[in-house]
Nanobody, 115 residues
């Protein structure tokens, strides 16, 4: 079973940048899609970035223009580049990979945006 491990979270000032990594224990191929989600205390988990198997990316308006999802096939790693961070971006961020038959989630990494 493929496992996903997020890293790169931490404390950052408003307007700053952070890059999250999601390392897979195996090759990420033949997927349906992959993405990043976030969840703040007391709130529902929300999608912040999605990439289809064809490479098409989708972002909600809340992060569009600030977040970028990408992948490095050689390293079996998915990234989330976050720029112009805002306090409302504070949450636990999770990566997710979906195959047509099942899905896998990472354990999450905390991102705190505060001055």
């Amino acid at each position: 079973q493929v496992q996903l491990v997020e890293s790169g979270g931490g404390l950052v000032r408003p307007g700053g940048s952070l890059r999250l990594s999601c390392a897979a224990s195996g090759r990420i191929f033949s997927i349906y899609d992959l993405g990043w989600y976030r969840q703040a205390p007391g709130k529902q988990r929300e999608l912040v970035a999605l990439m289809s198997s064809s490479g098409v990316t989708t972002y909600p308006d809340s992060v569009k223009g600030r977040f970028t999802i990408s992948r490095d096939n050689a390293k079996n790693t998915v990234y989330l580049q976050m720029d112009s961070l805002k306090p409302e971006d504070t949450a636990v961020y999770y990566c997710n990979v979906n195959w047509i038959t099942h899905s896998v989630w990472g354990q999450g990494t905390q991102v705190t945006v505060s001055s």
